[in-house]
C-alpha cells in the first residue's frame, strides 16, 4: 500500500486543484451580498465538521467512512455545480469546509498547496463578511447631531 500512496495523492491533489478552481470562479461570480451568505455558511459548515469525530469524512455517508478520502468534496462540488443558487452556495461552503479539514493537517507535501489556497478563499470571505457587517453596523446607527 506505501507504494500506491503517493500514486493516490497526486490524483487527489489534481482532483482538488480542478475543484477549486471551479469553486473559486464561482465564488468570484457571486454578487457581494450572497458572498456574505457563503462566508457565514461555510464558517457553519466548518464548525460543524470540527465536531465530528473525523472531520474530514463530513459529508460522507457512514457506509463509506474507510476510504483514504471522503465524499463531502464531491457531494460539495456537485451542488456548486446546480442551477438553484440556494442549493449552489450551500455546496460551496461544504466544499470548502471539507477540504479545508481534508488538507488542513495533512502529512502528503503535495496537498499542502490546496490547503493554502482554501486558507486563502477563507480569508477572503472572512474579509468580505467583517467588511460588509461594519458598513451595516455604521448604516443602521442612529444618527449623531
Known sequence: MQIL???FVTMRARQL??????IERSIRA???????????LTL???GQASRCDFPHLYGTTPETR?????????AGYERARSNNAEV???GIALWLAVAYHETKN???AKLQ?????????LRELKEVHQSSHTVDSWMQEPAVA
Open 5 to 7: 500512496t503517493p500514486f
Open 106 to 108: 495533512t502529512p502528503h
Open 17 to 22: 486543484g480542478r475543484q477549486f478552481r471551479d
Open 66 to 74: 474507510f476510504l483514504p478520502w471522503g465524499q463531502g468534496t464531491d
Open 113 to 121: 498547496p490546496q490547503h493554502r489556497q482554501v486558507l486563502q478563499l
Open 30 to 40: 457571486l454578487p457581494r451580498r450572497n458572498r456574505d451568505r457563503l462566508s457565514v
Open 44 to 46: 457553519r459548515e466548518i
Open 88 to 90: 449552489a452556495l450551500r
